[in-house]
């Protein structure tokens, strides 16, 4: 009866636990999902979240806990030593005066130190104090380099989905039209009014359609996957994106009229910093020249295994008498010759100095086309969206009047199919060239260095 009680209170303790343990899961399984996948909440996700954000923040974390480890060598550094020496025979020692060959000493000494020492001058420390800012902003830097790069990247992203996703939408709609054109086309046909050509033309770009839309279906389930994998987003989790055509079309334009600063570019702030950290290597290499000085001091807690009988060959009397002794010592150490290693690292030193500020025009003359490039896409793509945005209502008009006329004999069905063709081609068209010129703007914006974190 007992092991029956204690049966039916584990399994209720089993039956309280699971739930809230289930419950628990699928509470930061939802909280890590995006309820609206908005442009500016997947943006925000992805910089929270992608791993190599996350490894960045990681490596500043790291830098400053390696400035931090360095510059505590300038401050006073304190041990403390104990040494315990037992002497199985003492060590001999020859003496004129004394007759020849002599041993003396005590069997058993112990030593506890307190060791206390300053580093006055050293360029391991001198570069680590000079060098700390600089070596925080590059970390820093780099991960603001890294959620530019990851921004343009998921913008782009999100904008390939979303044509994708209108491709779709056009091509549902579209499918909808051409199998209400087949049902009229085959009327027609069982009524004797047209040949079978027209009923066949329909299934064939019925089938079409029906093909192409499959193809996109697919197609956007891997963009979908890639904006999740760019977003650190899970890959059981639902995507769902939000958008605004209207609100979105309000944000094509961008002045094309600003001139370019290559000093506003992160590129550019990150090749500086990385300049001043190589003038502090060259700046290392060149204090080798100068000596290293430090202070020590030392209290000692001197213990000799003497007895009061004189004997010292007991090991219980050696911490009965402390005979406590202090000194302070400044070390000085003058590099003379290293067979010319310290001038080879100099050199050595400034040729990376040198490459550095060829890469540093190098890459002053490479933003300049970027800036030009980046210019002309967006010029184009606004040209063509400003272009395509007409031809959509013309090709509804259209498409609308050849219906019409073809329902009532007047147009064959071919005309219709080229009018249904010209407007689905127009709305696909208008989406891809919106998407175009904003994927362009953002482009232009990293070239300008608008983007910045």
Excluded: C
Excluded at 178 to 197: E, H, M, P, R, W
Excluded at 334 to 347: D, H, L, S, V
Excluded at 397 to 409: P, T
Excluded at 413 to 421: D, F, G, N, S, W
């Amino acid at each position: 009866m007992y092991k029956k009680f204690n049966q039916f209170k584990y399994l209720l303790l089993a039956v309280s636990i699971v739930p809230n343990l289930l419950f628990a899961q699928h509470k930061v399984e939802a909280d890590s999902l995006l309820n609206e996948a908005s442009l500016e909440n997947v943006i925000q996700y992805a910089l929270k979240h992608y791993p190599l954000i996350q490894q960045s923040l990681i490596d500043e974390e790291t830098t400053n806990f390696q400035i931090k480890s360095k510059l505590a060598d300038w401050y006073p550094q304190l041990n403390f030593n104990y040494n315990l020496l037992h002497n199985f025979v003492l060590q001999p020692s020859y003496s004129s005066q004394l007759g020849g060959v002599f041993r003396f000493g005590v069997i058993n000494t112990s030593l506890g130190q307190f060791a206390l020492s300053q580093t006055l001058f050293n360029k391991d420390v001198l570069l680590a104090a000079k060098s700390a800012d600089e070596a925080r902003l590059n970390t820093r830097q780099t991960t603001m380099s890294r959620k530019i790069d990851l921004t343009v990247n998921v913008t782009k992203a999100f904008y390939d989905v979303l044509a994708t996703s209108q491709q779709i939408k056009v091509g549902q709609g579209d499918i909808v039209r051409l199998k209400q054109n087949l049902t009229t086309a085959k009327s027609q046909y069982d009524a004797g009014i047209v040949d079978k050509t027209d009923f066949k033309r329909a299934t064939i770009t019925l089938s079409n359609t029906l093909a192409t839309l499959k193809s996109n279906q697919e197609l956007l389930k891997y963009k979908i996957e890639y904006l999740k994998q760019l977003m650190g987003y899970p890959v059981s989790g639902k995507l769902d994106i939000v958008f605004d055509t209207l609100q979105m079309e309000r944000e094509i334009f961008i002045d094309t009229t600003q001139q370019l600063d290559h000093t506003q570019r992160i590129e550019y702030k990150l090749y500086q910093t990385q300049r001043k950290l190589q003038e502090y290597n060259v700046k290392y290499n060149q204090w080798s020249f100068l000596p290293t000085a430090s202070l020590n001091g030392f209290y000692n807690l001197y213990y000799l295994g003497i007895a009061d009988n004189g004997k010292s060959n007991d090991l219980s009397e050696l911490y009965k008498k402390n005979t406590p002794f202090s000194s302070a010592t400044l070390n000085l150490s003058f590099p003379i010759f290293q067979g010319g290693k310290r001038i080879a690292n100099i050199k050595q030193q400034k040729s990376v100095l040198r490459r550095l500020d060829l890469d540093i025009s190098n890459f002053e003359l490479a933003i300049n086309s970027q800036y030009a490039q980046a210019l002309a896409a967006y010029k184009a793509n606004l040209n063509t969206y400003l272009t395509l945005r007409e031809n959509v209502n013309l090709a509804k008009e259209v498409y609308d009047i050849i219906q019409l006329q073809y329902k009532s004999g007047v147009k064959n069905y071919l005309e219709v199919i080229t009018a249904e063709t010209d407007l689905r081609t127009a709305r696909i068209n208008y989406f891809n060239s919106l998407y175009g010129v904003l994927a362009s703007k953002v482009d232009l914006q990293k070239a300008l260095g608008e983007i910045n974190y």
